[in-house]
């Protein structure tokens, strides 16, 4: 799949310079963001190959240990085209904001 962010500013979502291409059958066995952990959370077993069908994810939230520490704070949507056998099968839109959390006490 293919991955583009987008950042919102003046009142429209804005091309942000993040872009990324997966060969998720691949990178699976790796666990890439921590998308193992989307299983939980979704009606799919995330497992090549893929079944035609309807696919939800719920109440994920992703293992900020698994991304970059530096973030930038701010509402971003990530844009993610599917393909398969060079055809393109989806298009995901995922909607989110990146919050800076200031720790006060470490327990």
């Known amino acids: 799949f293919n991955l583009q ?8 979502y804005r091309l942000f ?9 691949k990178e699976q066995e790796h666990s890439v963001f921590g998308f193992d952990d989307v299983v939980k959370h979704t009606n ?7 079944k035609r069908g ?4 719920d109440k994920y939230r992703p293992d900020e240990t698994k991304w970059p520490p530096h973030l930038v704070p701010g509402d971003f949507k990530l844009a993610i085209t599917v393909t398969y056998q060079n055809q393109e099968a989806a ?3 995922w909607y ?3 919050i800076k959390i200031e720790r006060l006490w470490n327990f």
């Open 91 to 93: 298009q995901l839109a």
């Open 54 to 57: 309807f696919y939800y994810v």
């Open 17 to 25: 310079p993040f872009q990324m291409n997966i060969n998720y059958c």
């Open 44 to 50: 799919c077993t995330l497992k090549c190959p893929f």
């Open 5 to 12: 962010a987008y950042k919102f500013a003046s009142n429209e």
């Open 96 to 98: 989110g904001s990146v």
